[in-house]
Structures are given as C-alpha cells and as structure tokens.
Antibody, heavy 116, light 113 residues
C-alpha cells in the first residue's frame, strides 16, 4: 500500500524557516516525480513545487520561488521542502503527492502556521 | 499560467440525481503527442487529502465508482456524478497538468438537497 507521511509542520514566526519531510513507503520511490501542494485554511489547492526522480529537474510556483527549495533522498525514500522567509500567507496544510502527470497519491498533510 | 475556472461554485443535488461540474481552462490542455487532454479531477472530503477520481480527462482511477465520469476536450471539461450518493458530499477540483505551474480550479462544493 502506498503511504506518504508528511512531518515538520509547526508554528513559526514571520521571516522564519521550516523544513518539511515526506516519508514514502509501499512503492519504488526513486523513479517517481514528487510534488508539494498546499491548502490555506478554507481555501483551495495550490501546487508549489515538483522534483523528478533523479533530482535533475525542479519547478516552483512563482509564489514560493526563491524562498522554498524542494529536494529528495532516494536512498531514504524521502522528500523535503525547505521553506525560508516565511510569511503569514504561507499558513496552510502542506501535502506531498506523487505524480505521473496527475497527482496519484497524497499524504495526509502537515500544518504550517506563520504567526507572531 | 493556465487559469482553471469551475462552475458552479456549489450545488445541491437530491440523492440519486445527477450532479454536473464544469471546468474551463484558459488555453487548451490537449497534448498532441499522445492525443490526450492533461486534465484531472479530484475529490476532497472534509479533513482528508484530495483523491484522484479521473485523469486524462476521462480515465477513471482504479477503484473509483463508475457513477463518476469525465468528459470534454481542449478547454471545456465536465465531471458527472450520475446518481449522487451521500458519500459523494465533498469539494471537487479540476487540475491541468499540461504545463508548469500546475493549476487547480477553485473547487465546487457538492451537497445533498
């Protein structure tokens, strides 16, 4: 069974940093593209970032470009999102998701709150 | 960026009746290399992550009940629930994966009338 488990969400002050993790199991992780998607409270879904299997290609939404960095460790079946210069508008539940084009499998999400 | 616009924002349908959700993209998401439309539909129930229902505009994900169907091409797409069940109460999103950034519609909330 495919499982994606996010962790690392927390309450952080504006301007602060946070590193999210996504632990994958139940499938062969290394070939799959992976994504981060977030959902602000009471709002819709916002795609943030993508990384391909060998980490040779990464894409970002304009809203996080230059502040967030996606990475992965295929040996540890893990995906990461380093988030710097956090703003109040980054408050959301953050999901990791596999993709073969569309987003196949999603984790349960981890909550990030940016507030002083 | 491709803008995805869903209609309506919400709808209330009686149990057993048909529910129809529309999704329009600001440019075509037809992928000529495989003759398919790069359009997916997701269902999100309260407190849960989204779950894919349909991809390539009309391919049902394994395990998804056949009352869910997707249609359309180019810029206009439809998700149809042929006979609404209580467990279908959710927010539904369309998403294009034709190019970067991937973009979602704003969501359509489906309720029981």
């Amino acid at each position: 069974e495919v499982q994606l488990v996010e962790s690392g969400g927390d309450l952080v002050q504006p301007g602060g940093s946070l590193r999210l993790s996504c632990a994958a199991s139940g499938f062969t992780f290394s070939p799959y593209g992976m994504n981060w998607v977030r959902q602000a409270p009471g709002r819709g879904l916002e795609w943030l970032s993508y990384i391909n299997g060998p980490s040779s290609t990464m894409y970002y939404a304009d809203s996080v470009k230059g502040r967030f960095t996606i990475s992965r460790d295929n040996a540890k079946n893990s995906l990461f999102l380093q988030m710097n210069s956090l703003r109040a508008e980054d408050t959301a539940v953050y999901y990791c998701a596999t993709s073969t084009g569309h987003l196949n499998y999603w984790g349960q999400g981890t909550r990030v709150t940016v507030s002083s | 960026d491709i803008v995805m616009t869903q209609s309506p924002d919400s709808l209330a349908v009686s149990l057993g009746e048909r529910a129809t959700i529309n999704c329009k993209s600001s440019q075509s998401v037809f992928y000529s290399s495989n003759n398919k439309n790069s359009l997916a539909w997701y269902q999100q129930k309260p407190g849960q992550p989204p779950k894919v229902l349909i991809y390539w505009a009309s391919t049902r994900e394994s395990g998804v009940p056949d009352r869910f169907s997707g249609s359309g091409s180019g810029t206009d797409f439809t998700l149809t629930i042929s006979s609404l069940q209580a467990e279908d109460v959710a927010v539904y999103y369309c998403q294009q994966y034709y190019n970067i950034p991937r973009t979602f519609g704003q969501g359509t909330k489906v309720e029981i009338k």
